[in-house]
């Protein structure tokens, strides 16, 4: 709009009461006459109508699509933008319109972010058809959009990016029907088809184990085939280890190759009989030989294999009774000379030793409980003539006189047994015997004889006690606790014992 065009524009007798838009407010309005802030809101929005009106569809109809300049713009840009029949447009049906055309931008911006994801999925590999189809919807939109019908144009745009959006949604199903393919092509040999196919599935899902796995193995697949072939005529030739060899390095090349795998195991497995049986006839050799260590080590080492053990087994237990006879003798000759001198733990462990060659032999099972229960009296025995001074108490008492009963029950007595018994009878008969004792105090120490009670205070006083270990605990208000341990009898007795509590307690203030 030019100057000269604004200057032609006359003032509008513009009644509020009349308008449609305005009418709610007519009882508001007092003067006839509007104030001079109202002319100027109308005078803007005039201006505007009139922009609208003849500026704006100058502009709208130089694109022929929201992409693409119009080419007869583009030649006659210095052409005026005003139409004659602008004049002829509503500034409602005006803006109504760049709503529509805002709409279909939108949609269309859509579209066009379906299509950039489903281009880097390369979908003209795997849809082709139908998103040249989706594509072609998105192109009548553009003709509906250059003559300004943006409702259809909207839609056309809509229709074509539900499209690719169902694209989009059919990618995982494409996955699973391309992964089908690679596996159909790799088994029949066609590393390049499988190659191309795992390839698109791992493109169009990059966290697929299976696509991966599959694009690595179809990568070696010809490698493999030659190396599978090489090892096939090795393995007819006899050449086992060098086959293996081979074999092995196909099913390094692809790790999920089961033919590989299960020849890599036959292989191995025809090895491993030849070796059993090289190492069985050298075992004999030596048996026969009259080397029956050498032969158990030979033995030993075809249970290793892992096959026929108790083949294995069986002639090292042929062997072994040779062997364990001789040792057997040798330690029961050993056994009657500790139970002859009483030494009832070196018999049990020499049974112990026999039994280890082996455990069903019947004197070996039934000497070894006796000589165990002849070493534990022993043991009993030797820890009551070491410590007669717990004879003082009851249930210790009561215990070691079970013990030396059980020891005069035995028949035969040995002449260790004889003496130990001896000796404990003098200190269990002396035990019982009481001695007198002094304990000395200061007739204000409250004084308590551990196991025997509390004598309360007294200055000098005289207590029978049998022999063995006593504490005596005196205890005084405002003193510290004092502990005097003693020992009756075993020629330990003490003339006295004082128990006084003679070191104050100093108090200290505490916050």
Same mark, same amino acid.
């Given at each position: 709009m030019s100057e000269k065009d604004l200057d032609k524009i006359e003032p509008v007798d513009f009644d509020l009461t009349e308008s449609p838009l305005f009418s709610n407010q007519a009882a508001q309005v007092v003067s006839n006459k509007p104030s001079a802030k109202v002319l100027l809101t109308l005078a803007g929005l005039m201006l505007a109508a009139l922009f609208v009106i003849f500026v704006l569809p100058a502009v709208v109809t130089e694109y022929e699509s929201p992409l693409e300049r119009r080419a007869d713009n583009i030649e006659d840009q210095g052409r005026s933008l005003v139409p004659e029949s602008a004049t002829a447009i509503s500034p409602f049906e005006v803006a109504q319109s760049a709503l529509q055309r805002k709409a279909a931008q939108d949609v269309l911006a859509e579209l066009l972010a379906r299509q950039a994801e489903l281009d880097g999925l390369n979908v003209a590999q795997w849809a082709e058809s139908d998103y040249d189809e989706a594509l072609e919807k998105a192109s009548i939109g553009d003709d509906y959009y250059r003559t300004q019908d943006f409702e259809l144009a909207r839609d056309l745009y809509a229709q074509g990016r539900d499209d690719l959006v169902l694209l989009l949604d059919s990618v995982p199903v494409v996955v699973s029907h391309t992964l089908i393919e690679a596996q159909l092509a790799f088994k029949s040999g066609d590393s390049e088809q499988?190659?191309?196919?795992?390839?698109?599935? +791992?493109?169009?899902?990059?966290?697929?184990?299976?696509?991966?796995?599959?694009?690595?193995?179809?990568?070696?697949?010809?490698?493999?085939?030659?190396?599978?072939?090489?090892?096939?005529?090795?393995?007819?030739?006899?050449?086992?280890?060098?086959?293996?060899?081979? =074999?092995?390095?196909?099913?390094?090349?692809?790790?999920?190759?089961?033919?590989?795998?299960?020849?890599?195991?036959?292989?191995?497995?025809?090895?491993?009989?030849?070796?059993?049986?090289?190492?069985?006839?050298?075992? =004999?050799?030596?048996?026969?030989?009259?080397?029956?260590?050498?032969? *158990?080590?030979?033995?030993?080492?075809?249970?290793?294999?892992?096959?026929?053990?108790?083949?294995?087994?069986?002639?090292?237990?042929?062997?072994?009774?040779?062997?364990?006879?001789?040792?057997?003798?040798?330690?029961?000759?050993?056994?009657t000379q500790a139970e002859g001198d009483e030494q009832w733990q070196l018999a049990v462990d020499e049974y112990d030793k026999v039994l280890a060659i082996d455990a069903n032999l019947l004197f070996? *099972?039934?000497?070894?409980? =006796?000589?165990?229960?002849?070493?534990?009296?022993?043991? +009993?025995?030797?820890?009551?003539?070491?410590?007669?001074?717990?004879?003082?108490?009851?249930?210790?008492?009561?215990?070691?006189?079970?013990?030396? =009963?059980?020891?005069?029950?035995?028949?035969?007595? @040995?002449?260790?047994?004889?003496?130990?018994?001896?000796?404990?009878?003098?200190?269990?008969?002396?035990?019982?015997?009481?001695?007198?004792?002094?304990?000395?105090?200061?007739?204000?120490?409250?004084?308590?004889? +551990?196991?025997?009670?509390?004598?309360?205070?007294? @200055?000098?006083?005289?207590?029978?006690?049998?022999?063995?270990?006593?504490?005596?605990?005196?205890?005084?208000?405002?003193?510290?606790?004092?502990?005097?341990?003693?020992?009756?009898?075993?020629?330990?007795?003490?003339?006295?014992?004082?128990?006084?509590?003679?070191?104050?307690?100093?108090?200290?203030?505490r916050r």
């Open positions: 499988a190659l191309a196919k795992y390839d698109l599935a +791992l493109l169009l899902d990059p966290e697929s184990e299976a696509a991966a796995i599959g694009l690595q193995r179809s990568e070696a697949l010809e490698e493999v085939k030659g190396l599978l072939a090489q090892a096939d005529e090795l393995f007819e030739s006899g050449e086992l280890e060098l086959a293996q060899e081979v =074999y092995q390095q196909a099913l390094n090349r692809d790790s999920y190759n089961d033919r590989a795998r299960a020849k890599v195991g036959e292989t191995a497995a025809l090895i491993t009989e030849n070796e059993f049986s090289k190492i069985m006839s050298r075992g =004999y050799t030596l048996l026969e030989s009259g080397e029956p260590e050498l032969a *158990i080590a030979a033995f030993l080492r075809a249970t290793g294999l892992g096959i026929h053990e108790e083949q294995a087994l069986a002639a090292i237990t042929q062997t072994e009774n040779e062997i364990a006879n001789a040792e057997i003798n040798q330690i029961r000759a050993i056994i070996a *099972i039934n000497g070894r409980d =006796y000589a165990g229960k002849r070493a534990l009296l022993d043991r +009993l025995l030797v820890e009551g003539i070491d410590n007669p001074e717990r004879f003082s108490e009851d249930a210790v008492f009561e215990q070691i006189l079970d013990v030396y =009963y059980t020891g005069r029950a035995i028949e035969p007595t @040995g002449p260790v047994l004889f003496q130990q018994l001896d000796t404990l009878e003098g200190l269990l008969e002396n035990s019982q015997i009481a001695i007198e004792i002094q304990l000395i105090s200061d007739m204000f120490t409250e004084v308590t004889l +551990l196991r025997i009670g509390n004598l309360g205070k007294f @200055g000098q006083q005289s207590v029978s006690l049998k022999p063995g270990r006593y504490v005596a605990v005196g205890r005084r208000a405002g003193y510290r606790e004092v502990r005097e341990e003693f020992t009756v009898g075993f020629g330990l007795t003490p003339s006295s014992v004082v128990v006084r509590c003679e070191e104050r307690v100093v108090a200290t203030n």
